[in-house]
């Protein structure tokens, strides 16, 4: 049942609508006035982390303006809308919180001039999304959607990190700005390659680049109002930002164009498809995202400041358009309760308004005048044409890429001049179609006065750059582009005539797709992680031990084979008592091994740690001597008590020789650590420091104790907590076995 467009809206919900467009309206303005014309870059720090290098300092360029105010500017809009659309609902104020999040993470992202600073807004975005498409928690869909999409983004965030930190180490700095003032800084280093692939992982996750493409369809179990912002301004578009921001630095790489050219067009190919495949208007305007995703990667791909130009065109138009059909969508469906085809067929005749703005939209997305979207395409076409490293599949594979987006406006506008409908007039709420009404007029206003839009554009470009590309404007004769245009409209025209039999074709039969591929990864993943967990967690503490100690003889040995890290062989004797020492300790672990009871087998380990404590007294540690038997005196006093409340071992005959083994291959690697350390120079400048500060600072001439109770305290105290919960712990467990043996 259709809900009443508006209705239901409270005082508290309406003022916590105005009070978000106000802030969001408020900042577009303020980058508007501030910002417009941009003589120079704006930047502010503050320091976060310095010890680390780390400072939460921001950055404004040309770039990040144009990122700011899309952000803003459709975050009015989104605002706006999202008021109407939620109203009455129980989480009205939760779903403001989120949003706002997400618009703050977004805006830190294109702002951010740390590098990590940039990682940490980048993660917010992926953690507010996450809240926002699972928003309708209840279902199992939304749950499964928001957990797709926060795992993609989040291991690609993990691969961004570490290509970041690449970066901060290759430059020499953490400083995007410096960064960018330097152009060799990154081109020229031997770990640009890594550097490339790192950055492109999490770029391509974030952007749904194939084949990471299937989490942003599922995505569409958000609210409309989270699909038009995530899709047009938010969070895909961070993965654009990122690859637009260091294009000037890496896109000179041949491996740059390698990755990313086939990765988009393929993308763009495969939006386009789907998007035919689609009679749910929210899941065909996903794939078109995609479709347009896909362009961008590409148009990125190429060193050439023309099509870096007109990547930023066809971005700005895709936003406008994209906002403003997923917020027509969500009017429709908000109405009328329903978002397929056949929900728009007679539109025109039930208000005019909006099926113009429909219509404007959908001009813009087929890349027809007078609209915004036919200017990116033309600078598409032309910067392709310019370029020196594209190729014939790159041109053909974004020319069908464009023919289907010509073929989905037009399978979606002639039903809105469909005069088979017998409704009335339909009244939409002016809070939900304003905002359209509006960014689909801004896209033709943008367009007709391209001399305003011009600059915002060309600005992103050095100077030197900036003679190369076309004027942002409707005509500029009669070339190539334009006959490549022409040419779209045409094969999008028949495509558009043929879609109802390309449709059936489509779906007929099952498809693989990369969604339930995503679910038996899912499951074989927690399958592994339960093999695992049974083989090495058996709840027999013996085993658990085991595998705890193989692994760290396994990584010792490792580390010594892979550094040849052999320690040098220096004997000159050693006396009779540490020989009688060692007979001690060897007799104490061979005890322990042999031994048919616990008692005896604590006992000898009793043994060894008494051994240990003489060799502190004959090397001059009688402090530490006395701790180490009076740990071992409590340990075997302890450990005796508890055996008494066990069952006996049961009988073995000879000795544990797998327990043998296992326990002198620990031994000797401890050893030989040790034994490399004691043979290896020192950096004595902590020793020194504690030899010379101990009793001016703290009045102690026992640099051991002064280390404990003074230097680190903190951790002596925390130490002290542990013992003591511990023992709590064991009285405990030892009250209740006796409660229980009564």
Not at 44 to 49: A, M, S
Not at 350 to 365: E, G, Q, V
Not at 543 to 553: A, C, E, K, P, Y
């Amino acid at each position: 049942m259709a809900k009443q467009a508006g209705a239901g809206i409270n005082v508290i919900e309406r003022q916590t609508q105005w009070a978000s467009c106000l802030w969001s309206g408020g900042l577009f303005v303020l980058a508007l006035v501030h910002l417009i014309p941009l003589e120079s870059p704006v930047t502010w720090t503050l320091n976060w982390l310095p010890a680390l290098g780390i400072d939460l300092s921001f950055y404004i360029d040309g770039l990040s303006r144009l990122f700011i105010l899309l952000i803003t500017g459709i975050g009015f809009f989104i605002f706006l809308f999202s008021g109407n659309y939620l109203a009455g609902h129980i989480h009205f104020q939760r779903f403001f919180l989120y949003l706002h999040l997400f618009m703050l993470a977004m805006l830190g992202v294109v702002v951010a001039d740390n590098l990590i600073t940039l990682f940490v807004f980048w993660e917010l975005t992926s953690l507010t999304s996450y809240l926002l498409i699972g928003f309708s928690h209840r279902e199992g869909r939304s749950r499964r959607a928001a957990l797709q999409g926060l795992l993609v983004t989040g291991a690609g965030g993990l691969c961004l990190l570490a290509g970041l930190i690449l970066v901060g180490l290759a430059a020499g700095t953490f400083s995007i700005s410096e960064i960018l003032n330097d152009s060799q800084a990154l081109h020229e280093h031997p770990w640009v390659t890594g550097i490339i692939v790192l950055l492109g992982l999490g770029a391509l996750t974030k952007s749904a680049q194939f084949p990471f493409h299937f989490w942003l369809p599922n995505a569409m179990e958000a609210p409309t109002p989270v699909s038009a912002f995530l899709h047009s301004a938010t969070m895909v578009k961070a993965g654009i930002y990122l690859l637009a921001r260091f294009h000037p630095e890496l896109s000179q790489a041949d491996l740059w164009t390698a990755i990313l050219m086939p990765l988009g067009v393929i993308t763009a190919l495969l939006g386009g498809l789907f998007a035919l495949k689609q009679r749910d208007l929210k899941q065909m305007l996903a794939y078109t995202t995609l479709m347009a995703l896909g362009t961008l990667t590409a148009l990125l791909s190429q060193p050439s400041p023309a099509v870096f130009a007109a990547a930023m065109a066809f971005l700005v138009a895709h936003a406008l358009y994209k906002a403003t059909l997923f917020l027509s969508v969500g009017a429709v469906d908000h109405t009328l309760g329903a978002k397929k085809y056949r929900t728009l067929v007679g539109l025109w005749q039930r208000h005019k308004l909006f099926a113009i703005t429909w219509l404007l939209a959908l001009l813009s997305l087929a890349g027809l005048p007078p609209a915004l979207g036919f200017i990116g395409k033309e600078l598409l076409y032309d910067g392709l044409l310019k370029s020196d490293q594209m190729t014939v599949w790159m041109l053909l594979g974004l020319f069908f890429a464009n023919a289907m987006m010509v073929a989905i406006a037009w399978s979606v506008g002639r039903r809105i001049f469909d005069t088979s409908s017998k409704r009335t007039r339909t009244e939409f709420a002016r809070a939900e179609i304003s905002g359209p009404v509006i960014m689909s007029f801004l896209g033709v206003i943008l367009a007709v006065a391209a001399g305003y839009t011009d600059p915002l554009i060309r600005d992103l470009l050095a100077p030197e750059d900036r003679s190369a590309i076309l004027p942002l404007g409707l005509w500029h004769g009669i070339n190539a582009a334009l006959g490549l245009s022409a040419l779209t409209l045409a094969f999008g025209w028949v495509l558009g005539r043929l879609h109802s039999r390309i449709y059936r074709f489509l779906n007929r039969g099952q498809w693989f797709t990369f969604d339930a591929l995503w679910d038996d990864f899912l499951k074989g993943f927690v399958a592994f992680a339960e093999g695992l967990t049974t083989r090495i967690q058996t709840h027999r503490l013996t085993t658990d031990l085991t595998w705890i100690l193989i692994t760290l003889v396994g990584l010792g040995v490792l580390v010594i084979l892979s550094h040849n890290a052999w320690p040098a062989w220096q004997w000159d004797g050693a006396p009779l008592k540490l020989w009688l020492i060692g007979a001690l300790i060897c007799g104490g672990t061979l005890l322990s091994l042999v031994a048919q009871s616990r008692i005896a087998a604590i006992t000898g380990l009793g043994v060894v740690g008494i051994g240990v404590a003489l060799v502190f007294i004959l090397f001059g540690a009688p402090d530490v001597a006395i701790t180490q038997l009076l740990v071992e005196t409590l340990l075997v006093v302890l450990i005796a008590v508890a055996l008494l409340n066990l069952p006996s071992l049961p009988k073995q005959t000879g000795i544990r020789v797998g327990h043998a083994l296992l326990s002198l291959a620990v031994g000797l690697l401890i050893s030989m650590t040790l034994w490399g350390i004691f043979t290896t120079s020192l950096d004595r400048s902590l020793t020194t420091y504690f030899e010379q500060t101990s009793w001016p600072e703290a009045f102690g001439r026992n640099i051991v104790n002064v280390i404990l109770v003074d230097f680190r305290a903190l951790d002596t105290f925390g130490e002290i907590a542990v013992v003591l919960a511990a023992a709590i712990g064991a009285i405990a467990l030892l009250k209740d076995m006796r409660v229980r043996k009564r």
